[in-house]
T-cell receptor, first 115, second 117 residues
């Protein structure tokens, strides 16, 4: 059973461009979480999704950031008009439907660099 | 809102010795989960150990054990017989249940552990 997959692993964007980060959860997992890790900091929750639904986006910046988890395909975190402050590692984690009793399994992260 | 505090930005220990990493948290909930995650230079987040708040017995996983003091809201990690492969950032995390029913994690700022050969 493959783990959580994220791509790309590294992404370089110029200021003003768009960044798309992809996350494929583990097989059988229907809950996806996105976290952001700024340099020398811990991970901060951004958004929680189930298939076709955003459940909690309380940690997501109000502008330029969006997330989706379609019925088919990976979850996508989209950052429009990137700025230098968006440079960070973005981690995706997934858990099974009965999320209350299971750990979240993390992907390897996408390191976004904005130049 | 819940907060997690790791007051030791860096720690070092001699190989084969024991080291304890500290973590305190603040919450008004009576039931929750606490975790220690390891992040090596590869940046992959690896679960080390989990503690359920309603269990008084401290969790143990091989060389890793915790000292969970619920009243003091303290959750320290003890690593015995330290090995070079234990060198990493260690994050303490609290799992909350939001109004939406999800179990998002709240992380501390981490402790960088160095193993001295």
């Amino acid at each position: 059973n493959a783990g959580v997959m994220q791509n790309p692993r590294h992404l370089v964007r110029r200021r003003g461009q768009e960044a798309r980060l992809r996350c494929s959860p583990m097989k059988g997992h229907s809950h996806v979480y996105w976290y952001r890790q700024l340099p020398e900091e811990g991970l901060k929750f951004m958004v929680y999704l189930q298939k076709e639904n955003i459940i909690d986006e309380s940690g997501m910046p109000k502008e330029r950031f969006s997330a989706e988890f379609p019925k088919e395909g990976p979850s996508i975190l989209r950052i429009q008009q990137v700025v230098r402050g968006d440079s960070a590692a973005y981690f995706c984690a997934s858990s099974p439907p009965l999320a209350g009793v299971y750990e979240q399994y993390f992907g390897p992260g996408t390191r976004l660099t904005v130049t | 809102a819940q907060t997690v505090t790791q007051s030791q930005p860096e720690m070092s220990v001699q190989e084969a010795e024991t080291v304890t990493l500290s973590c305190t948290y603040d919450t008004s909930e009576s039931d929750y989960y606490l975790f220690w995650y390891k992040q090596p230079p590869s940046r992959q987040m690896i679960l080390v150990i989990r503690q359920e708040a309603y269990k008084q017995q401290n969790a143990t996983e091989n060389r890793f054990s915790v000292n969970f003091q619920k009243a003091a809201k303290s959750f320290s990690l003890k690593i015995s017989d330290s090995q070079l492969g234990d060198a990493a950032m260690y994050f303490c995390a609290y799992r909350t249940v939001s109004n939406f029913g999800n179990e998002k994690l709240t992380f501390g700022t981490g402790t960088r552990l160095t193993i001295i050969p």
